[in-house]
T-cell receptor, first 114, second 111 residues
Framework: ETGVTQTPRHLVMGMTNKKSLKCEQH?????MYWYKQSAKKPLELMFV???????ENNSVPSRFSPECPNSSHLFLHLHTLQPEDSALYLC?????????????FGSGTRLTVV | RKEVEQDPGPFNVPEGATVAFNCTYS??????FFWYRQDCRKEPKLLMS???SGNEDGRFTAQLNRASQYISLLIRDSKLSDSATYLC????????????FGRGTSLIVHP
């Protein structure tokens, strides 16, 4: 596998469920990101893991919790979500300390909360 | 002023037309710049980096104007397949690695 792989591609979950999104990158990058993209809205940064530090958007509710066990894997744990959390969740990776180096996205997980 | 601003469009152009998008950024210390393309319900994909001297890739030309703090994307001879949203991305300097994405400019190329 190459690039950034996200699973599952689609997820439907109830508001009381607990689920996890998975992201894996095979590019040797040292930074990984979670983004949320709601319909007709811009990308919203949720969390960043890079160079062993974590940065988070303070507006992200605690029902989303990230986990980054190593530089190649990133998880987003979901619990007691709300219908407004339905969106496309995108994982990305990059080489944090290199100028002119872009970001590679996974195909995303399309989440529907019912 | 927003960090990165783009005209959301849509830009509705006929096939073969030339179209240009601008993107302004507020942080004068920004280091790297990119244009991404996002198709409907798909992930963003890197279209091209933007270099200080300007750069071209086939029908696409990107330019950077640091004095006025904007980047541009010019598409010549538009194809139907160019229809997408084009995202401007600014990467800061000073050791920060968190990019700022613009809201995107929607392009619709019609026959």
């Amino acid at each position: 596998e190459t690039g950034v792989t996200q699973t599952p591609r689609h997820l439907v979950m109830g508001m009381t469920n607990k689920k996890s999104l998975k992201c894996e990158q095979h590019l040797g990058h040292n930074a990984m990101y979670w983004y949320k993209q709601s319909a007709k809205k811009p990308l919203e940064l949720m969390f960043v893991y890079s160079l062993e530090e974590r940065v988070e958007n303070n507006s992200v509710p605690s029902r989303f919790s990230p986990e980054c066990p190593n530089s190649s894997h990133l998880f987003l744990h979901l619990h007691t979500l709300q219908p407004e959390d339905s969106a496309l969740y995108l994982c990305a990776s990059s080489q944090a300390d290199t100028a002119n180096y872009g970001y590679t996205f996974g195909s995303g997980t399309r989440l529907t909360v019912v | 002023r927003k960090e990165v601003e783009q005209d959301p469009g849509p830009f509705n152009v006929p096939e073969g037309a030339t179209v240009a998008f601008n993107c302004t950024y507020s942080n004068s210390a920004s280091q790297s710049f990119f244009w991404y393309r996002q198709d409907c319900r798909k992930e963003p994909k890197l279209l091209m980096s933007v270099y200080s001297s300007g750069n071209e890739d086939g029908r696409f030309t990107a330019q950077l104007n640091r004095a006025s703090q904007y980047i541009s994307l010019l598409i010549r001879d538009s194809k139907l397949s160019d229809s997408a949203t084009y995202l401007c991305v600014v990467k800061p300097s000073g050791g920060s690695y968190i990019p700022t994405f613009g809201r995107g400019t929607s392009l619709i190329v019609h026959p």
